[in-house]
């Protein structure tokens, strides 16, 4: 059964006119028009998407339709999680986030996450607070700000140790990369050469459901937009890489997921509005760009993405991740701009304090590029 709220990435409370926004957001995103000059199965997976987005914007923005597909939803039944079966729809309210069980998900120890594993837990009734139109304050006296400031602290530790889960799980195989940012590029690191191409396709699944929704409930909180980004941009990375290292059988795959790069580059987007001087955030948003562009042949989003890393360096010239990936944009530059490459990545090894999987990273490129 298709989530239509999933499919335009809203929530299930959203008004009629969040809908609408993304709806029109993603409509702009998937135009054929975009795709002139594209592989043809590139063409083919937009225009489903384009249906599909069509069709879960018929049924949301029709009162009676969505609901119909609400009761559809609550009559599907939720795989129990931490001990709790997620209430009914029709069981929440809009004071009712206080049922949402921000404790960080059980580890998964190397293993795909079982089908129909629920990513947003509830805590049971006795757990919760009592049902009502507005948020209650639990504690008798306390300031009325201090709930939602623990709220964001209890969220942004979740996602913190989900990334830590997941590093922990895929340590044996990753070279060692950015502490605060998603995997290096160009060198298999986020998957063994034994896994199978369903345990990398899935394997940050579950990581970027938590993500989004935890985004979602802490909108002003750059580090969970941040968080979302990491877990889109390793998403597609680890397959790139796969098909890199001469693993063919995932090129669909890829091509399927060429449209995470926007998504990770819009959570980018969100941070920096946030934190405008993050130049980790701004130079892993380039290099997103870099690599939609040319997944989709279009130079322009390459240019934009040399912009950025640009204004990555500007903000902080010590920073070698922004090197990194201004290194990385202008060698995807049709025609490759392989000396201004490597210069870039000669100067991250020698900046101060370089992370150590940077530095590995453009040791790389530097090998790979200059035969």
């Given at each position: 059964?298709?989530?239509?709220?999933e499919?335009?990435?809203?929530?299930?409370?959203a008004d009629?006119?969040?809908?609408?926004a993304?709806?029109?957001?993603l409509?702009q995103?998937?135009?054929?028009?975009?795709?002139?000059g594209?592989?043809?199965?590139?063409?083919e997976?937009?225009?489903?998407r384009?249906?599909?987005i069509e069709?879960?914007?018929t049924i949301?923005s029709?009162?009676?339709?969505?609901?119909?597909?609400?009761?559809?939803?609550?009559?599907?039944t939720?795989?129990?999680?931490l001990?709790a079966?997620a209430?009914?729809?029709?069981d929440?309210?809009?004071?009712?986030?206080?049922?949402?069980?921000?404790?960080?998900?059980?580890?998964?120890?190397?293993?795909e996450?079982?089908?129909?594993?629920?990513?947003q837990?509830y805590?049971?009734?006795?757990?919760?607070?009592?049902?009502?139109?507005?948020?209650?304050?639990?504690?008798?006296?306390?300031p009325?700000?201090?709930?939602?400031?623990?709220?964001?602290?209890?969220?942004?530790f979740?996602?913190v140790?989900?990334?830590?889960?997941?590093t922990?799980?895929?340590?044996p195989?990753?070279a060692?990369?950015?502490?605060s940012?998603?995997s290096?590029?160009?060198?298999p690191?986020?998957?063994?050469p034994?896994?199978s191409?369903?345990q990398i396709?899935n394997?940050?699944?579950?990581?970027?459901?938590a993500?989004?929704?935890?985004?979602?409930?802490v909108?002003?909180?750059?580090?969970a937009w941040?968080?979302l980004g990491?877990?889109?941009y390793?998403?597609?990375?680890?397959?790139?890489?796969?098909?890199?290292?001469?693993?063919?059988?995932?090129?669909?795959?890829?091509?399927?997921?060429?449209?995470?790069?926007?998504?990770?580059?819009d959570?980018?987007t969100?941070?920096l509005?946030i934190?405008p001087?993050?130049?980790v955030?701004?130079a892993?948003?380039?290099?997103?760009l870099?690599?939609?562009?040319?997944?989709?042949?279009?130079?322009?989003?390459?240019?934009q993405?040399?912009?950025?890393?640009?204004?990555?360096i500007?903000?902080?010239?010590?920073?070698?991740?922004?090197?990194?990936?201004k290194g990385?944009?202008?060698?995807?530059a049709?025609?490759?701009?392989?000396?201004?490459?490597l210069?870039?990545?000669q100067?991250?090894?020698?900046m101060?304090?370089v992370?150590?999987?940077?530095?590995?990273?453009a040791?790389?490129l530097?090998?790979?590029?200059?035969r």
């Open positions: 059964m298709q989530d239509y709220y499919t335009l990435q809203v929530h299930p409370k009629s006119e969040a809908i609408r993304s709806y029109d957001r409509r995103r998937y135009d054929s028009s975009l795709l002139d594209a592989a043809d199965e590139l063409v997976l937009a225009r489903r384009r249906d599909e069709r879960a914007f949301l029709d009162p009676k339709r969505r609901a119909a597909f609400d009761g559809e939803l609550r009559d599907r939720a795989a129990p999680a001990g079966k209430p009914p729809r029709e929440m309210e809009q004071g009712d986030d206080d049922l949402i069980d921000y404790r960080p998900l059980p580890p998964a120890h190397r293993q996450r079982p089908k129909g594993f629920n990513a837990p805590l049971p009734r006795s757990q919760s607070a009592p049902r009502s139109g507005r948020r209650v304050n639990k504690t008798p006296g306390m009325t700000w201090v709930v939602p400031v623990l709220m964001v602290a209890v969220a942004t979740a996602i140790l989900i990334t830590l889960v997941t922990v799980w895929n340590a195989q990753q060692a990369g950015s502490q940012g998603p290096t590029i160009g060198q690191t986020a998957a063994a034994t896994a191409a369903d396709i394997q940050f699944e579950a990581q970027i459901t993500a989004r929704q935890v985004a979602l409930q909108p002003d909180n750059a580090n941040i968080e990491n877990a889109l390793d998403s597609v990375v680890v397959v790139r890489e796969r098909i890199d290292s001469g693993d063919q059988s995932l090129q669909s795959a890829y091509v399927e997921r060429l449209p995470r790069w926007l998504e990770a580059r959570a980018y969100k941070a509005a934190t001087t993050n130049a955030a701004r892993d948003m380039a290099t997103a870099c690599y939609y562009g040319i997944g989709v042949n279009d130079q322009s989003y390459v240019a993405g040399i912009e950025e890393a640009s204004q990555a500007n903000d902080s010239p010590e920073e070698s991740r922004a090197l990194l990936s990385l944009c202008l060698i995807s049709d025609p490759p701009q392989t000396a201004q490459a210069e870039q990545w100067k991250a090894i020698v101060p304090n992370d150590p999987g940077v530095a590995q990273q040791r790389h530097i090998a790979q590029y200059s």
